[in-house]
């Protein structure tokens, strides 16, 4: 059997942060968390630095940004602050995600068809700024058609209904749907990533698809790490889907 290409991972210490924010104290600082997931072999760092600050603050992206030795993948809603601040930072990635102030997480992916002249506009501009833009989309063929006609280079799957299907048709149901998307998006001749609710038990079915680049996954890191700590929370998933990916 060929080999394929290794899987990344990009760890998303989002939730560092909002343990941080729970208090208002300095600690724990989501910058030693992305010092340490890097030691023990993030491929790169993702955190979503939303509208209301719920967790990630524009401080942890302005000294990340001159911390980080692998990549910055910085995750943000389309509007005009956020561009501002993604220009200013210039991170290597910007992942365009929707976003509700009311939501508990992200709950859907970006509506790249119903706003494609906005999406595009994001897009040039932040490729004029020197970053590489993703937009995090469902599984959804439209989507990344359309994510292919704004010029992304990327495409990150929402992976999120796959990881929260209560049975096992259901689940199913979600990864064909993931499946077919993967397909649809190397066709389109883009990089296709994916993310959002991936754990110890799920990871393995969507790191073994062999032309998804790179998996996002935060949330289920960060909480492995509060028992066992970052370098062996972090190694086990990189294990995981090492071995998945054969
Ligand atoms: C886009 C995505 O799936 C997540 O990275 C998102 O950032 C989750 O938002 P919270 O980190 O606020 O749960
Ligand atoms: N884009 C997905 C991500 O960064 C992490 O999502 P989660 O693992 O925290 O659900």
Known sequence: MIASHAILLGVNIDHVATLRQARGTRYPDPIQAAIEAEQAG?????????????????RDVALLRDILLSK???????????LAIAEQYRPEDCCLVPERREELTTE????VAGQLGRITEACVRLKEAGTRVSLFIDADPRQ????????APVVEIHTGHFADARDEQRRRKEFQRIVEAVKKGREAGLQVNAGHGLN???????????????????HAIMARALF?????AVGEMKRLMREARG
Do not use: F, K, W
């Not at 993030?42 to 524009?58: F, S």
């Not at 859907?108 to 509506?111: E, F, S, T, W």
């Not at 066992?228 to 062996?232: A, D, L, N, P, V």
């Open 72 to 82: 910055m993948n910085l995750e943000m809603a389309v509007t005009g602050e956020m």
């Open 108 to 111: 859907g992916g970006l509506d």
């Open 228 to 232: 066992t700590g970052m370098q062996s």
């Open 200 to 218: 110890y038990q799920n990871v393995a079915a969507i790191a073994a698809l062999p032309d998804i680049v790179e998996l996002n996954i935060g």
């Open 144 to 151: 990344v058609e359309a994510a292919a006609q704004a010029r």
């Open 42 to 58: 993030a491929d790169g760092i993702t955190l979503h630095l939303r509208e209301d600050r719920r967790h990630i603050q524009e």
